[in-house]
């Protein structure tokens, strides 16, 4: 391992806070924001891990609103991914004041 | 494939379903679903070429969905979310990545491994509980199709775009297909598929245009744009017709027409026979709109109002208001007639999303109509409080469908009792004595009508369904759907146990399925003794006037004959004979099958 690979993962418990939960409107979201970076996005619901840039494995965690997901981010832009990636749940991908 | 007619005469016979002949131009519409696809195995050299078939299918389709979705007007975006995620769902690594995989280690061509890898998702969608996402996969589902059309080099066409009057030619029409359809552009249906009693019949009656289903191969033996002439009385298809033919159709359609309008002017006057028997001829409607023509048509009330429409018009359910200020119209534009309210009949394939429903297996007999309204009282509750409020406006009756047992109706009567007690301490008017019946539909509810009888005012005879549960037919099965008969001996016999029992205890008895609109069952309708039947309105006209023309001693004499017949086939024949011999004119001007 090269000093400063830390780095290259990220890892975070984000909630679910929009009232109609992840559905296929709010998971094309986070695949779009995917789509931006180069790293690597997982999502996990219990024992499941998804990937995070398929919109369709996204769906398949089934997360109502208030479920906790682990998200991991893997690559060299996973910093910042991480950082508009958690914006977008706090902001509850757009759908509520 | 199969060799298409090319300007060779070439005759067809389906079952017809809604009478009228028409010439005019076929258009093919080929949406049987992407059926079976040209399943095969490549070779490790092909593997290569497979998948670039695959990635340029995918290519072409991402490039009409984004063309699509420039059409889609700014102000309109949640459709053009769903497109970005048919974008998404076209890249996404279950659909795409595992096709591809599928192609290089199984050796299996594209649209195969297509349809493989939509399988797996549909199977993985099937087990989540959220009933939103589940449904996802219709847009996986839709993805999947426009690829394997592009892999097979289609188009994806729709029905809204036909511009010219045609004869729309389908393997089979769904409720979708229809209602995208530009209806005044159709002249008529033919399908390949379908009975008595499919979408294409009931969707050509309403509109009154002629429809032969049922035809096998109409498809597979009409090219687009071939000259057609379609009899809907006969259910013969001619394709490319030579003059004379031409002529001697628009001759018989020119009769046939004159007759209906000469019949239609005297069905004001009451169904009876010349001997003075008066059977009661009311209608069967499926919404507020179509009260005008029963009216016209000369029905003395409404046998059988299906009350689904209101619910499956909107994603929301109806409030009690919406239905209650519905029925009270219907019955205020009867009254004094008697208008029947048949509560709720959803469930099984027709039932939208607002109740959470398995996928059942067989819908048929799965959770509907008066088991579901038992199994969910708040909206068995709203419906009976808007009956029951609109029964003061004129003469109603309530009938409960499906019915199977005593129990049922016992169950259902008790929840009945405590709403109008609900009624009374709000002050709320109601018709205190409303008649209550039921619809004997099940061979149980036939086999117990004697039991029944003690619990009911009134039977209603549903045949589409007691024939489909009676004879084991699933009507919208084409390969069985032939079996689908209304002259089966057991059906005639099942009729008469229930008029008989019916007589014995002093209520009345109705018959409400399409037998009631076929001109060759009125005799023996008749002789059976039934006190009304209720049919289409556009059938009134014709049905009054067979029974004006039949004594009702003769007709008992043929209901005894056809008893003693073993097949359907032969009771058809002898009514068809009976019926040739005493009103020939019918079938002069083509209102039999030939």
Request: proline share 4%.
């Amino acid at each position: 391992m090269i000093p400063g690979d830390f780095n290259m993962e990220q890892t975070k418990v984000l909630k679910i806070s929009n009232n109609l939960g992840l559905h296929a409107r709010a998971a094309g979201k986070i695949v779009a924001l995917a789509n931006q970076y180069e790293s690597k996005l997982f999502l996990k619901k219990d024992a499941d891990e998804v990937d995070g840039s398929s919109i369709l494995s996204i769906l398949t965690l089934s997360c109502p609103k208030g479920t906790e997901v682990e998200v991991k981010i893997v690559g060299e832009d996973s910093e910042a991914f991480m950082e508009s990636l958690t914006e977008l749940f706090s902001n509850k991908f757009g759908e509520e004041q | 494939m199969t060799v298409r007619s090319n300007e060779s005469k070439d005759t067809m016979q389906g079952i017809p379903v809604s009478p009228g002949i028409i010439v005019g131009k076929a258009h093919l519409v080929d949406r049987s679903r992407v059926k079976i696809l040209y399943q095969y195995l490549i070779d490790e050299k092909q593997v290569a070429g497979e998948v670039e078939r695959f990635e340029n299918a995918i290519r072409a389709t991402d490039e009409q969905i984004k063309i699509l979705k420039n059409r889609v007007p700014e102000h309109v975006k949640e459709h053009s979310f769903i497109l970005d995620s048919h974008l998404m769902i076209l890249k996404d690594s279950m659909l795409r990545d595992s096709t591809i995989r599928r192609i290089e280690e199984e050796k299996i061509n594209a649209e195969w491994a297509l349809k493989k890898s939509f399988h797996e998702i549909r199977k993985i969608f099937a087990q989540i509980d959220d009933e939103y996402i589940s449904n996802r996969i219709q847009d996986v589902e839709n993805v999947s199709e426009r690829i394997l059309r592009n892999l097979s080099g289609e188009m994806v066409e729709s029905l809204a775009e036909i511009r010219e009057r045609v004869i729309i030619v389908a393997h089979d029409l769904s409720p979708a297909d229809t209602t995208e359809l530009n209806i005044s552009k159709v002249m008529g249906f033919i399908t390949d598929v379908g009975g008595q009693t499919s979408h294409t019949a009931i969707m050509a009656q309403a509109l009154e245009i002629p429809a032969v289903v049922g035809l096998e191969s109409a498809t597979a033996r009409i090219a687009d744009r071939d000259l057609l002439i379609v009899d809907g009385s006969t259910g013969e298809v001619i394709i490319n017709p030579d003059d004379a033919d031409i002529i001697h159709y628009q001759e018989k359609e020119l009769q046939h027409e004159k007759y209906k309008s000469s019949i239609a002017r005297i069905s004001h006057l009451p169904a009876e026979t010349p001997d003075g028997y008066r059977i009661a001829i009311k209608a069967n409607i499926e919404f507020l709109e179509e009260v005008a023509a029963v009216r016209d048509h000369g029905a003395e009330g409404i046998g059988l109002y299906r009350t689904e429409f209101l619910y499956l018009r909107s994603k929301v359910l109806p409030t009690e208001e919406e239905l209650f200020n519905d029925y009270k119209e219907v019955a205020e534009i009867m009254n004094p007639d008697p208008v029947t309210i048949r509560t709720l009949d959803l469930g099984g394939d027709k039932f939208a999303s607002h109740i959470e429903i398995a996928n059942e297996m067989n819908p048929a007999m799965g959770l509907r109509a008066i088991r579901l309204c038992l199994k969910e009282p708040g909206l068995f509750r709203t419906q009976l409080r808007a009956i029951l409020r609109a029964s003061t406006f004129g003469h109603v009756q309530l009938m409960f469908p499906m019915i199977s047992g005593v129990q049922e109706v016992i169950e259902a009567k008790e929840i009945l009792t405590r709403i109008k007690g609900e009624l009374d301490s709000e002050e709320i008017l109601y018709d205190e004595n409303i008649p209550v019946g039921v619809m004997i539909e099940i061979p149980s509810a036939v086999t117990i009508s004697d039991l029944l009888t003690k619990h009911v005012d009134f039977f209603s005879i549903g045949t589409n369904d007691l024939i489909q549960y009676a004879l084991a037919i699933d009507r919208v099965n084409e390969h069985v759907a032939y079996m689908y008969q209304p002259f089966h001996p057991a059906i005639l016999r099942m009729i008469r146990q229930v008029v008989l029992e019916g007589k014995k205890a002093g209520i009345k008895v109705s018959l409400c399925g399409e037998m009631a609109g076929d001109p060759l069952c009125i005799p023996i309708l008749l002789g059976l003794g039934l006190d009304e039947l209720s049919l289409n309105a556009r059938s009134i006209p014709l049905v009054k006037t067979i029974v004006r023309a039949i004594p009702l001693e003769q007709a008992r004499y043929d209901f005894e004959q056809v008893l003693q017949l073993n097949t359907a086939m032969e009771v058809r024949d002898y009514l068809l004979k009976r019926m040739k011999k005493m009103i020939p004119e019918l079938g002069e001007k083509g209102f039999f099958p030939t």
